[in-house]
């Protein structure tokens, strides 16, 4: 892929929205140049900052109440009348004006979820270490040798076990960037799939929580919360099988 080609593409790989081949060829591209990866980098960081620090604006109540007040009259007011309220708008008035209004409003301008952010770093790391041919760091089935290495570079000790017995080998392991703060990445092989364990504290006094599954650019993400420790997996086999990945080691515990 040429440079002009991976620069056209970059907004949607950025906003997840690239599938397939197409994906894997801006990954790929974004590896080996420089250039595309540094206008990946600011991309990122401007929607970050966005996300983050945009400037919203609450409209005065007795505006809220005179576009009330135009709306067709309700029957009864519910919980979320005032979005609905929006919709029935855009379609009395035109979308343009409900978007001005709604926007003005804050509808519109909501913050994501943290984890959002966090599955959006698992999906592009995961894909950077399938394409970089070089998906550990410290390659063993031995989780003598896995755990260890991590010593020195991560400040917490991930728990490393192999599941070769359940069918998911430990191939070895790696330390990621997920929100900028660097991650164990535990790789484990299913036949000719790769699953990608990233292990991180998780936020103090957080219970064990999940699993949680969603599908994100085609691939299968498990997110879970056990003994302080959160939990991701991801990978491009069937839901099934990561989840039975995820029974398998819990059941070491
Ligand atoms: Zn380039």
């Not at 990954?27 to 595309?36: G, K, Q, S, W, Y």
């Not at 040798?145 to 991930?158: E, I, M, N, Q, R």
Request: aromatic share 6%; net charge neutral; hydrophobic share 45%.
């Amino acid at each position: 892929m040429e440079c002009k080609d991976a620069r056209e593409l970059l907004a949607a790989h950025v906003d997840g929205e690239l599938r397939g081949r197409e994906a894997l060829e801006v990954a790929r591209h974004l590896e080996t140049c420089t250039d595309c990866a540094a206008a990946q980098s600011a991309l990122m960081a401007m929607r970050r900052a966005v996300r983050s620090d945009a400037t919203r604006y609450r409209a005065p109540a007795a505006l809220a109440a005179r576009v009330q007040a135009a709306l067709p009259s309700q029957p009864r007011q519910q919980p979320n009348a005032v979005v609905r309220s929006w919709q029935r708008l855009a379609l009395v008035s035109g979308f343009a004006s409900a978007l001005a209004i709604a926007f003005a409003i804050g509808v519109l301008v909501t913050k994501p979820m943290p984890s959002d952010l966090v599955a959006d770093d698992i999906v592009a790391t995961h894909v950077r270490s399938l394409v970089s041919g070089r998906p550990v760091d410290v390659a063993s089935s031995d989780r003598h040798t896995v755990k260890p290495w991590f010593a020195g570079k991560l400040d917490y000790s991930p728990p490393v076990h192999d599941l070769a017995e359940q069918g998911f080998p430990l191939a070895g392991g790696r330390v990621d960037y997920i929100e900028h703060r660097p991650v164990a990445a535990l790789v484990y092989r299913r036949h000719q799939h790769t699953i990608n364990l990233y292990v991180m504290p998780a936020p103090p006094g957080a219970p064990n929580s999940g699993p949680t599954a969603e599908s994100r650019q085609g691939f299968q993400i498990l997110r879970w919360v056990r003994d302080g420790m959160a939990y991701f997996a991801i990978s491009d086999t069937e839901p099934a099988e990561l989840a039975q990945f995820r029974a398998a080691l819990v059941a070491m515990d």
